[in-house]
């Protein structure tokens, strides 16, 4: 490995190619970054910075649009959309939670009980990621037709008498109310949440467990004091990689919602596609960011946990 | 019986992690106890080993398991809460310094500046950009029959591309390039009447050249001649006439009539059961019409006396929603009462579901175009026109619309749809009788501030 084998003993010329050697070899790890830094720069930085620029710009489309630091958009904005804000983090959260009620017990039971099954499982989690997002979001609008065998169930179960009176369906029908938004969000992100609760929950040595029983703990107990203490990192990183897409989605709420259901992402989607304001557009972008950094800032000090991985 | 109690034992006397000694030994771990070290004072040495809980692959040396620990969890590279907040807020200071060097230039272009070189003569080619579905196939569904007739007559191959799917996601994906001056690679494009009137007047589409245009000119019905956004159809030709309609399922409705927007506002039988279209000219100009208003002379006024009266049927849920050509499903499945609809789609539509009717309101419906255009840029224009040309003669239009279903813009075809099918040529979805064609409106068109402010009322409607 060191250079005085591999390059000939010649005097005088040994000690220079070592010093190249070494400096080539200082600049590795550079060169390994760059990639990833021009990405970074590329598709990250760069559009942060027009978007930044386009939200404090003032014209329109025909006499183009000028840097004026017209800080108001960003008030106006909040003023004209805070209930959709309000409905983003209400639906993202919610989703969120669901996913984590739902995605715990599955990813506890895939690595610790389902033996030699474990890969088929997680295989059979992923597997959704195979069709295409809105063929899956489409195929909801079926699962939840009004009058459907779904919809029916609920409503024979008198289950929509109280998704009704809290105000999450409307009469018999799910289908372009809350839930139904809700429930497509859930579906939608559930792996993002299974697969690092997995990853988390599996690296947990078993024999924890035993010493945990050997030490008299209950089930209740070893699950308190240690399972759910040491898959913190998982439960942290799988509600921020749920939380923060699911608050930026729009084609949940598009398709199965209706008008009174449409999240922030809607809004920014007609903004610039439809009424052609850019500024406000990309003003509301950098408020759902902010937002977004908040909460989940509020979060992490909350959840107490130090490490994301 | 163990001496210490669960808790302490993982509180207080669990062993320590020695990160020098490990070697040899095997393996000591640390279980986490309570975080919150103010409370019992005794645990706060152990602070820092209970960060480094994580299960470790026993084929790395002790030396080295410890050296990934350390950089995953206390290193410089630690991905901790703390470096990530203070990476993102380098970043936004970063950011902030470069904003004021950006801005967007006018849309407009002066003028219409140097006519782009057109290489018709040289390449036999053109490429067409349209709708999905917009076109006619074969009985297999594998080749274009009047495409291929055109390339053999003419020589000139057609690249088509079913690439449009809504008007505003076509136009934010073709609109940094025509605003740079640069060819979109798309010699004929085919949008909605007001999209084309926003793209001419930003002076994005050529001037078409009346002499590669004869039998167009000859054949286009006259009451699609004199738009007031193209006087003399100087830009553009219409691909295909759009009627808007009342469209309900008469099995949901339990047999009842829906044929006017009244109805769909107020009937409370519909309630949740019925839908507007996202094409704000659609909705607005179908509820100007049952206001007793003519959509081709609205005011403001007008427009928010209309945005008011479909306000109301947001908020008391009559409205279910505002869709785009997605309405087809929920109409079919019975899922919508009734709604806004184009009469092409119904046509197919009633095609598999004999429950799906249509009604043309007393106060008169709506009618819209596609329209063709050649781009600003591209490099085909004159194959482009001899493509617009072809498809006004009566046996290729006749062809056209028997399948797409959609109103015919050609004068004379009838007797050439009869020939093919004689049901078709008495439609008058596709080809408008006189009694029809009076009670058709069109939207005016609009001016740039004009379009933002109804665009953005109209969004504030739909929730977008």
Redesign the interface.
């Given at each position: 490995m060191t250079t005085a084998t591999d390059t000939p003993p010649r005097a005088g010329a040994a000690a220079p190619a070592v010093r190249r050697r070494s400096a080539r070899r200082r600049l590795v790890p550079y060169w390994l970054l760059l990639p990833g830094v021009l990405w970074l720069l590329v598709f990250f930085?760069l559009p942060?910075?027009?978007q930044?620029?386009?939200s404090?710009?003032t014209?329109?489309?025909?006499?183009?649009?000028?840097?004026t630091?017209h800080f108001p958009t960003y008030w106006e904005a909040l003023r004209?959309y805070h209930p959709?804000f309000a409905k983003t983090l209400l639906y993202a959260g919610t989703a969120t939670l669901l996913c984590l009620l739902l995605g715990y017990p599955l990813a506890y039971l895939i690595a610790f009980r389902a033996g030699r099954w474990r890969h088929v499982l997680l295989v059979l989690v992923i597997a959704p990621f195979f069709t295409s997002f809105l063929i899956r979001t489409l195929a909801w609008?079926t699962i939840l037709?009004?009058?459907g065998a779904v919809v029916g169930a609920l409503d024979a179960l008198h289950v929509l008498d109280v998704t009704g009176r809290l105000g999450w369906t409307?009469?018999d029908?799910v289908?372009?109310t809350p839930l139904a938004v809700i429930c497509g969000l859930t579906y939608n992100f559930l792996p993002f949440m299974i697969l690092p609760l997995y990853t988390s929950l599996e690296?947990?040595?078993g024999r924890?467990h035993e010493?945990?029983r050997d030490?008299?703990?209950s089930p209740a107990?070893t699950f308190r004091?240690?399972t759910l203490?040491?898959s913190m990192p998982g439960v942290v990183s799988g509600t921020l990689l749920t939380f923060i897409p699911a608050s930026g989605d729009y084609v949940n709420a598009?398709?199965l919602g209706?008008?009174?259901?449409?999240m922030i992402g809607?809004?920014i989607?007609?903004?610039?596609?439809?009424?052609?304001?850019?500024p406000t557009a990309a003003a509301l972008s950098f408020l759902l960011m902010a937002v977004v950094?908040v909460t989940v800032?509020v979060y992490?000090?909350r959840a107490?946990?130090?490490?994301?991985? | 019986m163990p001496t210490y109690s669960f808790e302490e034992y993982t509180q207080v006397t669990h062993v320590m992690h020695d990160d020098a000694a490990v070697a040899g030994k095997d393996r000591h771990r640390t279980i986490p106890g309570d975080r919150q070290p103010a409370a019992r004072p005794a645990a706060r040495p152990l602070r820092k080993a209970q960060r480094m809980e994580q299960y470790e692959p026993d084929s790395l040396s002790a030396a080295q398991r410890a050296a990934m620990r350390r950089s995953l969890t206390n290193g410089r590279a630690a991905l901790t809460r703390r470096s990530l907040l203070r990476a993102s807020g380098a970043l936004a200071l970063g950011g902030l310094a470069g904003l004021s060097g950006c801005g967007i230039p006018p849309a407009r272009r002066e003028g219409q500046g140097p006519a782009p070189t057109d290489h018709s003569a040289a390449e036999k080619r053109v490429a067409f950009s349209n709708w999905t579905q917009y076109i006619d196939l074969s009985e297999d569904e594998k080749r274009r029959p009047t495409l291929e007739a055109f390339t053999r007559r003419t020589g000139i191959a057609v690249t088509y591309t079913e690439d449009i799917n809504d008007n505003v996601e076509f136009f934010g994906k073709i609109k940094p390039q025509l605003a740079a001056g640069q060819d979109t690679g798309r010699d004929l494009i085919c949008v909605t009447d007001w999209l084309a009137a926003r793209i001419i007047r930003l002076g994005w589409a050529q001037k078409l050249d009346p002499a590669n245009l004869p039998t167009a000119y000859a054949n286009l019905a006259p009451q699609f001649r004199r738009p007031d956004w193209d006087p003399g159809r100087a830009h553009s030709y219409p691909w295909t006439g759009i009627s808007t309609v009342i469209a309900y399922n008469a099995k949901a409705t339990g047999g009842r009539r829906v044929d006017s927007v009244t109805q769909l506002l107020d009937d409370p039988r519909l309630k949740g059961r019925v839908a507007f279209l996202s094409e704000m000219r659609d909705t607005v100009g179908m509820t100007l019409l049952d206001m007793g208003k003519d959509p081709g002379k609205v005011t403001a006024a007008d427009y928010d006396a209309a945005i008011g009266r479909l306000r109301k049927g947001v908020e008391t849920r009559q409205i279910r929603r505002f869709t785009g050509n997605d309405y087809t499903a929920d109409l079919g499945k019975g899922d919508l009462a009734a709604c806004l609809a184009w009469a092409g789609d119904l046509i197919q539509l009633q095609a598999d579901n004999p429950d799906v009717k249509f009604a043309i309101p007393a106060a008169g419906y709506l009618t819209s175009t596609d329209d063709l255009l050649v781009p600003a840029g591209a490099r085909h224009k004159t194959n482009a026109e001899r493509l617009i040309d072809y498809y006004y003669e009566p046996p290729v239009a006749a062809r056209l619309a028997a399948y797409i279903n959609y109103v015919c813009p050609v004068e004379g075809v009838r007797g050439e749809l009869a020939r093919i099918d004689p049901a078709m040529a008495a439609n008058t979805l596709i080809l408008p009788d006189r009694a029809t064609a009076a009670k058709s409106h069109a939207f005016r068109s609009l001016d740039s501030a004009e379009e933002t402010a109804f665009e953005e009322k109209f969004a504030k409607l739909i929730g977008a």
């Open positions: 930085a942060m910075v027009y930044a620029s386009t404090v710009q014209g329109s489309l025909e006499e183009g649009f000028r840097v630091w004209d959709q609008k037709a009004d009058g409307e009469g029908r289908l372009a690296r947990i040595d924890l010493a945990a030490l008299y703990a107990a004091k240690v203490p040491l598009e398709l209706s008008t009174d259901t449409k809607n809004v989607q007609g903004q610039f596609l439809r009424v052609l304001d850019y950094l800032t992490i000090r107490g946990t130090e490490d994301l991985v | -």
